[in-house]
């Protein structure tokens, strides 16, 4: 099926769900985000795009992937909690800073976007978050150690499969804040305030 975007996708994919079982309720991955046609737009969290317009499809339900993991295949976390929880703070200080020198650095909300698509698509490609790095390639693998993902996915797969502790997981997030670092210092300097980026949120 060829289609004009991913949000079109999404609008297909519950057509052919529901037709194929034929249940109402949908269920979806916390901080999604699928697009903005009104299908999609109940599927995402990014209430940005969804306030003011009403209500959107009935029966939707939010998943955190750790739950839809363990309702689908089993998935237990074997390693430690705090572990976990590290690793998710230093993924989340990345993804902030990045975020904050994606806003330095574009001069409009929309190259903003076109940059984090394109880098983050990078990034899932060559940081193992599709296909595990050691399946690729050897200098796929290098160049993965270049990528938060690979660091992030790296301290995920060590707590949740191989049983990790804290002290397993120090490298991955210590790389997590060394990027977070690099991307806040970008921020820093190449922010102004001469730019009202308020609407851009």
């Known amino acids: ?20 079982t034929g249940r109402v309720p949908l269920a979806h991955l916390a901080g999604s985000f699928h697009g903005k046609t009104v299908g999609a ?22 998943l955190f992937l750790f739950v ?7 998935l237990r976390v074997r390693g430690s ?6 690793i998710m703070v230093a993924l989340a200080a990345c993804v902030v800073s990045f975020a904050l020198a994606l806003c330095a650095v574009s001069p409009s909300r929309r190259q903003a976007f076109a ?25 796929i693998g290098w160049v993965a150690r270049f990528t938060p993902v690979y660091w992030a996915v790296g301290g995920f797969r ?10 397993d997981v120090v490298p991955n997030a210590g790389a997590l804040l060394a990027f977070a670092t690099v ?10 305030m001469d730019t009202d980026r308020r609407h851009w949120v």
């Open 1 to 20: 099926m060829l289609l004009n975007s991913g949000a079109e996708a999404v609008e297909a994919a519950i057509k052919l769900a529901r037709a194929r």
């Open 41 to 62: 737009l109940s599927l995402t969290d990014a209430t940005l795009f969804r306030d003011g317009l009403g209500p959107l499809l009935p029966e939707v339900v939010r």
């Open 68 to 74: 839809l993991g363990w309702l689908t295949i089993g």
């Open 81 to 86: 909690l705090l572990a976990l929880l590290v």
């Open 115 to 139: 940059v984090e698509r394109m880098v983050t698509l990078t990034w899932t490609v060559f940081g193992g978050a599709l296909v595990p790095t050691e399946l690729m390639a050897d200098w």
């Open 158 to 167: 060590k707590v949740v499969l191989d049983s990790a502790g804290v002290a």
């Open 183 to 192: 991307f806040t210092t970008l921020a820093v300097r190449r922010f102004t």
